[in-house]
């Protein structure tokens, strides 16, 4: 029967109430007897009693799908079925009253699918005289935020003829309870206490208390909606945009929106308005079609925006002042847009300026990085004076090297000694000028060969180290080691590293030669691949010996000056 009876109630759609019956309710006593004041709200839930309950209702779609509500005045038949109303809505297990009225007195039946079959409840709403109400405080109430505040039941000021039990709150359909964490909350002598009192103490609150009239137990039940609000503000709006008089570009003919962006302080009963208006030189104001948005920011006010929109921008517009005026309860405030004609072409003009100076810039970026090393020889060939006048020195360069014994050489590989005796004099002197001092060649022998070698690098600019396997473990590192001691006796001379082959140093170096390898820079030779005459081995190394046979820059022409770098690079 009552499958039957829940099949025909979800049938039950479209005006406020239909007509039905419920045989199976119709001999249940009621299990639960409200009363409440009239035009007050009023929450009835649909469970079973429960002097244990911990909260009244619950905001849930899921229950709401699955509780039905029926009800009759008293003494009248049939039931009615509530369906899709406003007054009393549907609120997930709950039916609320905004507010309760006389006519809502009577009986409701409530069933939950599979867990409430029928549940009987009668509702009497009695006018505050009927109910002998006495000093009735409001039901809507407004405390101050971060003040000592206090909560009372309403409906402790009716029936005082009437003994009754003690109140029992919920907030937002939860039981309020003191709890250690907020220790600001008490509940004393039927009220709540708070303080202080925080944003979140605002809520609906629902008070009950139980009373008995010719041994009939009610629940007197009163709700009460609490909000917590600050200090009127003092101050008028403040625009955030626009500020002052503002000059906007639009262009003729398009859409355009004209935001106004206004902050609000906080009002209880706010009075705020923001508007936009049209003023011409004929001093004539003019609505704008406008719309609007409101952002709360809670007890600090809130931003208002509002956005006038222009369907296309005329030559009136550009003569128009667009004037957003802004008031509240403490005064008023405007703020001016302007319209000016937008430089379409000078801006496209402008845009493709910026992006060619910046596409230039990379380039010449990318084109600098790459070949530096190119451009400050070229540098130093027109602008930098030469360093070898006057130094008393008789080289450019002291070139050291591993001798090696014919039955090491391979000849697949150009060794040491024929790239110290061959390559390095006829890059170095036939194609740059420059003078080397190789020892063998111009050096007489007789002396000591320690002497010789230290009067050597003494007379040279330079000291070219040609680094291998056999040099740093040869006798040839004596040479290396006076080069880096010469160095900081003299400071003209530097010392030119080339690493011939990958080596591994071996334990017994001395100390400054070891330093001197890793902190000196190193030119790497890769074979026969850097025996070509323009590769960047041979740049470097011109590069790193003195400047010599300075040219005017005055004799270079730009042609010139452009073939030179030319041929530099490539």
């Not at 039946?109 to 409001?138: F, H, R």
């Not at 139980?210 to 709700?223: F, G, H, P, Q």
């Not at 790497?524 to 081995?537: D, E, G, L, Q, V």
Request: proline share 4%; glycine share 4%; net charge positive.
């Amino acid at each position: 029967m009552l499958m039957l009876l829940w099949i025909l109630a979800s049938f039950v759609s479209g005006a406020e109430v239909r007509e039905m019956s419920l045989p199976g309710c119709s001999h249940i006593e009621p299990q639960i007897r409200y009363r409440a004041i009239s035009d007050e709200d009023l929450v009835l839930q649909c469970t079973l009693p429960d002097r244990n309950a911990t909260h009244i209702y619950r905001n849930s779609l899921l229950k709401e799908h699955k509780v039905k509500w029926f009800w009759h005045q008293k003494g009248e038949e049939p039931l009615k079925a509530i369906k899709g109303s406003s007054n009393p809505a549907l609120q997930g297990d709950a039916l609320w009253f905004k507010p309760v009225r006389d006519s809502a007195s009577g009986v409701y039946i409530c069933m939950i699918w599979e867990n409430i079959p029928c549940l009987k409840i009668v509702l009497e709403v009695q006018t505050k005289k009927a109910a002998k109400c006495s000093g009735y405080d409001t039901n809507m109430l407004y405390l101050l935020a971060h003040n000592r505040n206090s909560i009372t039941c309403p409906g402790t000021k009716c029936y005082s003829h009437i003994q009754k039990t003690d109140v029992k709150w919920y907030k937002d359909g939860n039981e309020v309870k003191y709890r250690k964490n907020r220790k600001s909350l008490k509940l004393k002598h039927n009220e709540i206490y708070l303080n202080p009192t925080y944003v979140t103490d605002g809520g609906i609150y629902v008070c009950d208390y139980t009373l008995y009239d010719n041994t009939t137990e009610w629940t007197m039940r009163t709700v009460v909606t609490v909000k917590v609000i600050a200090k009127n503000t003092i101050h008028p709006p403040n625009f955030l945009y626009p500020n002052g008089i503002v000059i906007l570009e639009a262009e003729l003919g398009k859409p355009l929106e004209l935001e106004c962006r206004v902050q609000f302080g906080f009002e209880k009963e706010s009075l705020m308005r923001v508007t936009w208006e049209r003023n011409n030189k004929e001093n004539i104001n003019e609505k704008l079609d406008q719309e609007r948005n409101v952002y709360s920011k809670g007890l600090k006010g809130q931003t208002l925006l509002q956005v006038a929109k222009l369907k296309e921008v005329t030559e009136r517009d550009l003569k128009s002042n667009f004037t957003c005026f802004a008031e509240n309860s403490v005064g008023n405030a405007t703020a001016v847009i302007q319209l000016k004609k937008k430089q379409t072409v000078f801006r496209l003009y402008v845009l493709c300026s910026a992006i060619s100076t910046l596409f230039a810039f990379l380039l010449c970026t990318a084109f600098i990085y790459q070949h530096w090393i190119e451009i400050v020889l070229m540098y130093r060939s027109y602008l930098v004076h030469n360093e070898t006048t006057g130094d008393g020195k008789e080289f450019d360069a002291f070139v050291s090297y591993a001798k090696l014994d014919s039955s090491e050489s391979d000849s697949t590989l150009i060794n040491e000694e024929k790239f110290a005796l061959e390559l390095l004099p006829d890059m170095l002197e036939n194609k740059y000028g420059y003078k080397l001092c190789i020892l063998e060649r111009d050096i007489l022998p007789g002396g000591a060969y320690t002497d010789e070698v230290v009067t050597a690098i003494k007379q040279s600019r330079r000291a070219i180290i040609i680094l291998s396997p056999a040099y740093v473990s040869g006798p040839s590192i004596f040479e290396l080691q006076a080069a880096v001691n010469c160095a900081l006796e003299d400071k003209k001379i530097k010392l030119v590293l080339i690493k011939f082959q990958a080596f591994q140093e071996p334990e017994t170096l001395p100390p400054v030669v070891k330093k001197a390898l890793r902190i000196l820079p190193v030119i790497t030779w890769k074979s026969s691949i850097s025996a070509t005459p323009n590769k960047k081995f041979w740049k470097y190394m011109h590069y790193h010996m003195p400047v010599k046979n300075t040219k005017m820059l005055g004799n270079c022409s730009l042609k010139g000056c452009f073939q030179k770098l030319f041929n530099l690079v490539y």
